[in-house]
């Protein structure tokens, strides 16, 4: 073929050259193909939702152990020993709870390492940064979801000094939630009961939109079914954190 001299005809002479050379210039003239990454992003999708599904148990059955306050103390601090005895034969005292605690510590790792990993890939995939006023809603709800599960990790880590170890805690007995939790609630201590509505509150956000993600990674969602779905989400999540707030706000009242 000829080639006129024309400045279309040398651009794509460079690139018929390049072509059929494989030569070094591509990388300038070529955008280089995507690395296919180590670990599929289906497979952290899944590693959110499985350790999401574990943690979501983990709170419902906390929940409705923590309701056990309205009955007394008897019964909340009946209930505490009671786990402490679950399959003693075989793991002996408190094993059982043991076995839960390295379960969470393995699910609350791993949804942080996968939730990181996605979220730098996303990054990776969009290097041009939005300009101000530009956000789409899609990077409001992700720093929503990082910056929730931030302060949730924080609360948690305040709650286990509070209640667990009891050493953020006036009273601070072990095994006597209801000593620990009334006191550590109590109306002077206002202040405490407001940080648990602002963590319960964050949680509510984080744990509808993750239901609501976990449905569309497993692909039960449709546009028919779309809003059942979300409400669905919605109503469990709340459920859940007034079933968690009650309790806080009943020992600052003098409710329990
Ligand atoms: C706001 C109401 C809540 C109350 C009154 C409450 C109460 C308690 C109590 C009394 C304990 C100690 C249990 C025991 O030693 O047998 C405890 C432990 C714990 N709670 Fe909560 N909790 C609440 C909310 C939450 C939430 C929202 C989360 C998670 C996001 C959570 C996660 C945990 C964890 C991880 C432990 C440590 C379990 C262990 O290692 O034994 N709690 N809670």
């Known amino acids: 073929m000829h080639w006129t001299a024309s400045p279309l005809s040398s651009a794509l002479g460079a690139v018929a050259t390049q072509v059929s050379t494989g030569g ?29 599904f574990v943690l979501v148990a983990y709170l419902v059955v906390h ?26 034969p075989v793991l002996g005292w408190e094993g059982f709870v043991w076995v839960v605690r390295i379960a969470l510590l393995a699910s609350v790792i791993g949804h942080i390492w996968a939730a990181t990993l996605l979220a730098l890939r996303a990054k990776r995939a969009r290097p041009v940064k939005y300009a101000a006023g530009n956000k789409v809603k899609g990077s409001y ?26 050493v953020a805690n006036p009273v601070g007995a072990h095994l006597k939630p209801y000593e620990n939790i009334t006191a550590g609630f109590a109306p002077d201590r206002w202040y405490v009961t407001l940080f648990y509505v602002i963590a319960l509150l964050a949680i ?46 009943s020992a600052t009242f003098g409710w329990i």
């Open 24 to 52: 070094s210039a591509k990388a300038s003239a070529t955008p280089a193909r995507p690395k296919r990454p180590l670990i599929p992003a289906v497979l952290l999708k899944f590693v959110m939702a499985l350790s999401g």
């Open 63 to 88: 929940m409705i152990g923590n309701l056990q306050i309205f009955w007394g103390p008897t019964a909340i601090n009946g209930y505490a020993e009671w786990l402490r005895t679950l399959l003693e």
């Open 141 to 166: 709800t992700t720093r929503t979801m990082r910056w929730g599960g931030v302060i949730v990790l924080l609360f948690v880590i305040y709650h286990i000094l509070d209640l667990t170890v009891g």
């Open 204 to 249: 509510w956000f984080h744990l509808r939109h993750g239901l609501w993600s976990a449905i569309q990674t497993l692909g039960w969602n449709s546009n028919r079914r779309e809003k059942t779905l979300k409400a669905i989400a919605t109503v469990f999540s709340t459920v859940l954190i007034v079933g968690f707030l009650i309790v806080p706000i």
